[in-house]
Structures are given as structure tokens and as C-alpha cells.
């Protein structure tokens, strides 16, 4: 099926890209990059299936949305998803599962029995990093906007780090149950948990991370949270105080915007949203932001002026009883890709 052949209102066909869409990857502005890797998942799993589940979802979506205005018309393309990447990811969190298991029964990181394991694990993930960094620096050379769809939250750092490079300074709004500013987890150093850690650390474009949702978190996350200066919190329960007291959700997304510079890079994890939301999500916390509020918080950054140079949603885990997750996950997806095209300009 090409693009003058291809009619929205059809049946959606699985053709291997998101949303059923005809367009190539060299036609697209927003191209999308599957990454099936959960290595160090540290409670539920299943995330490394996200991708392929979010694409069979998605084709059961309709495109009308009057505030994208058939904004998908110019273009969302998929790369092929390597599913070298999800074999790898398979061995290896077999690995970390005996890791972790070590660790609950009062084991440390430091035990020869677990050392090597964590070590080999922590190489593959700096790996997968330099993999998912490679092809983003490529597609955004050509001028496109890069959409990571993981896997566990470890998988956009390379992502994050080639906009930054080419589009940088950047803020990074973080849409997250948790914090992610563990230094390492478990002896995993590029953990899900970690990952805004090594963005602070590691991606001196970053100027700004602006935290929304955030509500399970450590101690040492919390005092790198206030200590920062660059890092600015919209706690969960924070946010609800000032609802329930009268403030409005718009008034509310006024000031997260306000907090973002010009240039935007968005990090969704799916938890971020209410566990209604995303049933089989690795780590799901109560509370969190309705699927509306979440939506129109997008919007409201798309008509700000500001830039979206970048995106990624992880940790959509597919269960066994249905497709729920997968369906939320493509939806949220679409909002993704649709604001960062009206951002885009003509």
C-alpha cells in the first residue's frame, strides 16, 4: 500500500509500521525507533514486548484527532524493529533476574558469585546505548525527529543524547511514576532507574529536567532532586494538594511549561500515567495522571512555542489478558508523534 492508496478510514492493516501508516522512513518527518530490551527490569517484565504489541494495537486507532489537525498526513515513519536486540535482551535478563534474586536474599553486589554477571550486563547495556545513539544521530543529520519506543526507561539515553548534541541546550520534560536518579541500581549502572542520572551526568546540553508524576522515589533521589538546580519537581501529591484546593489542571500545565526552556525533548514512561492506565507496567505506582490530563499537557507544550525535539515511551508491558496496555501505549503514542509534528512548523 502507498500513501495515495492508503485510506484512513479502512481497516488497519499490519504492515510492520505504527499505525498501519504507508510512509517510509525517508518520507517522514517523525521517525520511530523500536527498541525490545528490559534487561534490568526489577519487578514485573515484559516491556521487550511493548514495541511489537503497540504496533498491533495501534492499526485499530483512528487518526481523526481535531487538535493534530491531520498532522500524521506529513509523515510517521517505522524502522524495522532489530529483533536481535530482544534475543539479547532475553539472555540477559535471565542474568540479572539471578542477580536480583541474590540481592532479595541479602546478597551484595560485590559477591564473586554475581559480579561477573553484572559486569557482562552492564557492558551489553553501554552497547545497546551506543546502538540506539548511532541510529538517532543518523536520522536526526537528515533533519527528522527521533520517537523511541522501548523497552524499559534505560533505552532512550543514546536517544536523548543525540538531539541534545544537535539541538541543544534542551530541557527533558519527564513524565515518570519515579524519579530515575538512582546512580546505580542493583550494581546496574544504566538501569531503568538510573537513567536521568546519566542524562545529568553525562549530557552537559540538558539544562533543565522537569519532573511530573514523580511519586516513588529514595532518599538520595530526592536530595539530588532538590540539591540540582536544573532539576524542577511537579510531585505527585503536590500537584493533587493544589488541584483539590481549587487550582485548575490548565493552570497547572501553565506553570510545567513555564519551566521548559525552547527546545523539548519528552520521556514518557507509561506509569507515569494511573495504573487503570497500563495494568501491566513493570513498576506501577497508585496515583498519577488521568489519560486526559496527560493529553492535554502534551498539548498544551505543542502551542506554547516550544520545540519538540525528540521523544520516547517506555515501559508499556503487555499482559496476558488483553491488549489494554498496548492500546493505551499506541494512543499516547500518537499524541507523541502528532505534537511533535505541529512543533515542527510547515
Known amino acids: 500500500m502507498d500513501k495515495c492508496s492508503f485510506?484512513?478510514?479502512?481497516?488497519?492493516?499490519?504492515?510492520?509500521?505504527?499505525?498501519?501508516?504507508?510512509?517510509?522512513?525517508?518520507?517522514?518527518?517523525?521517525?520511530?525507533?523500536?527498541?525490545?530490551w528490559d534487561v534490568t527490569a526489577s519487578y514485573g517484565r515484559g516491556?521487550?514486548?511493548?514495541?511489537?504489541?503497540?504496533?498491533?494495537?495501534?492499526?485499530?486507532?483512528?487518526?481523526?484527532?481535531?487538535?493534530?489537525?491531520?498532522?500524521?498526513?506529513?509523515?510517521?515513519?517505522?524502522?524495522?524493529?532489530?529483533?536481535?536486540?530482544a534475543e539479547r535482551s532475553d539472555v540477559l535478563s535471565r542474568d540479572s533476574q539471578k542477580v536480583i534474586e541474590h540481592l532479595e536474599a541479602g546478597g551484595?553486589?560485590?559477591?564473586?558469585?554475581?559480579?561477573?554477571?553484572?559486569?557482562?550486563?552492564?557492558?551489553?547495556?553501554?552497547e545497546l546505548t551506543g546502538y540506539v545513539y548511532d541510529k538517532a544521530r543518523e536520522q536526526i543529520a537528515a533533519g527528522k525527529v527521533v520517537g523511541v519506543i522501548g523497552g524499559d526507561h534505560s533505552t532512550p539515553l543514546g536517544a536523548i543524547r543525540a538531539a541534545a548534541e544537535a539541538h541543544g541546550p534542551i530541557g527533558i520534560l519527564h513524565l515518570d511514576a519515579h524519579r530515575d536518579l538512582r546512580k546505580c541500581y542493583q550494581?546496574?549502572?544504566?538501569?531503568?532507574?538510573?537513567?536521568?542520572?546519566?542524562?545529568?551526568?553525562?549530557?552537559?546540553q540538558v539544562e533543565r529536567l522537569v519532573q511530573v508524576a514523580v511519586r516513588d522515589?529514595?532518599?538520595?533521589?530526592?536530595?539530588?532532586?532538590?540539591?540540582?538546580?536544573?532539576?524542577?519537581?511537579?510531585?505527585?501529591?503536590?500537584?493533587?494538594?493544589?488541584?483539590?484546593?481549587?487550582?485548575?489542571?490548565?493552570?497547572?500545565?501553565?506553570?510545567?511549561?513555564?519551566?521548559?526552556?525552547?527546545?523539548v525533548y519528552i520521556s514518557f514512561d507509561i506509569d507515569a500515567l494511573s495504573p487503570e492506565n497500563c495494568p501491566g507496567s513493570g513498576t506501577p505506582v497508585a496515583g498519577g495522571l488521568t489519560f486526559?490530563?496527560?493529553?492535554?499537557?502534551?498539548?498544551?507544550?505543542?502551542?506554547?512555542g516550544r520545540r519538540i525535539v525528540?521523544?520516547?515511551?517506555?515501559?508499556?508491558?503487555?499482559?496476558?489478558?488483553g491488549e489494554w496496555d498496548a492500546n493505551v501505549g499506541?494512543?499516547?503514542?500518537?499524541?507523541?508523534?502528532t505534537v511533535a509534528l505541529r512543533t515542527m512548523g510547515a
Not at 550494581?187 to 552537559?204: D, K
Not at 486526559?292 to 506554547?304: D, E, P, R
Not at 499506541?330 to 507523541?336: D, I, M, T, Y
Open 108 to 126: 551484595d553486589v560485590s559477591d564473586p558469585r554475581v559480579r561477573n554477571r553484572i559486569e557482562r550486563i552492564n557492558h551489553h547495556c553501554a
Open 217 to 263: 522515589f529514595c532518599h538520595a533521589e530526592q536530595r539530588l532532586a532538590q540539591d540540582d538546580p536544573r532539576v524542577v519537581s511537579f510531585e505527585d501529591m503536590a500537584m493533587s494538594e493544589r488541584l483539590f484546593c481549587g487550582h485548575t489542571w490548565d493552570s497547572e500545565c501553565d506553570a510545567i511549561v513555564a519551566a521548559l526552556p525552547g527546545k
Open 330 to 337: 499506541a494512543r499516547v503514542l500518537l499524541k507523541l508523534c
Open 292 to 304: 486526559n490530563q496527560a493529553m492535554w499537557l502534551l498539548q498544551k507544550v505543542a502551542t506554547s
Open 310 to 321: 525528540g521523544f520516547d515511551l517506555c515501559e508499556v508491558a503487555p499482559t496476558m489478558e
Open 47 to 85: 516491556a521487550a514486548q511493548a514495541p511489537d504489541a503497540i504496533i498491533g494495537a495501534s492499526t485499530q486507532l483512528d487518526l481523526c484527532d481535531s487538535f493534530a489537525a491531520e498532522l500524521w498526513q506529513r509523515g510517521i515513519g517505522t524502522i524495522g524493529i532489530d529483533y536481535s536486540i
Open 7 to 36: 485510506d484512513p478510514d479502512a481497516t488497519g492493516v499490519n504492515n510492520g509500521n505504527y499505525f498501519g501508516l504507508p510512509f517510509s522512513v525517508g518520507q517522514s518527518p517523525v521517525v520511530l525507533l523500536s527498541v525490545p
Open 187 to 204: 550494581g546496574f549502572t544504566e538501569s531503568h532507574a538510573c537513567i536521568m542520572y546519566n542524562v545529568l551526568e553525562r549530557i552537559p
